[in-house]
């Protein structure tokens, strides 16, 4: 199976999370998202969906992660740091041919929510919708793609790694 290229690659990202004030959380509460937290769930969220379906684990470095979505290293682990905190993913550390590499095991769809600004109305209210990425993967798309998370900028061969811990 061939390996994807960078750019090759897209982000989808449906209207419905772009246009949302945030998402709410395990606790009720509505939490503002920017862009950059909208794009990092954006990928977390495709990639997780796209191995699960293929049967495999999602794992990611935080470097990757940052890389992939043109981020900050730092900004990438505190939008991570918030998501894990308001259970929007669960994630555990494993070693992969001696690289740390965090394995996604949870990645929900949001419940998202919206300013409701109506003409001639001083309130905003809050409508909660429910936010379900689909995907139809043409099977030209499916084979194309790496049969797990392929980055040769960080040395990792798919076909050669041990487990440490």
């Known amino acids: 199976m061939s390996k994807q290229r960078n ?3 897209f982000l989808m990202m ?3 999370l772009l246009n949302a004030g945030g998402y709410v959380n395990s606790n009720g509460e509505c939490v503002k998202m920017n862009l950059s937290d909208k794009v990092i769930y954006a990928h977390l969220k495709n990639r997780f969906d796209f191995f699960k379906s293929l049967g495999n684990e999602y794992y990611d470095t935080q470097q990757s992660i940052a890389d992939m979505c043109n981020m900050d290293l730092k ?3 505190n939008i991570l740091r918030k998501f894990i905190e308001d259970g929007l993913t669960t994630v555990y ?3 992969f041919n001696g690289y740390p590499k965090n394995v996604y095991t949870y990645v929900p769809n949001l419940q998202l929510w919206y300013k409701d600004k109506k003409k001639g109305s001083q309130k905003a209210a809050v409508v ?3 936010l379900e990425f689909e995907y139809n993967f043409p099977e030209d ?3 194309s793609m790496p049969d797990v998370n392929y980055y040769p900028e960080s040395g990792f061969d798919p076909d050669n790694f041990e487990t440490e811990y």
């Open 75 to 77: 900004a990438t682990g």
């Open 7 to 9: 750019e090759n690659q």
């Open 128 to 130: 909660v919708e429910m």
């Open 93 to 95: 550390k494993k070693r």
């Open 141 to 143: 798309v499916l084979d």
């Open 14 to 16: 449906p209207y419905k």
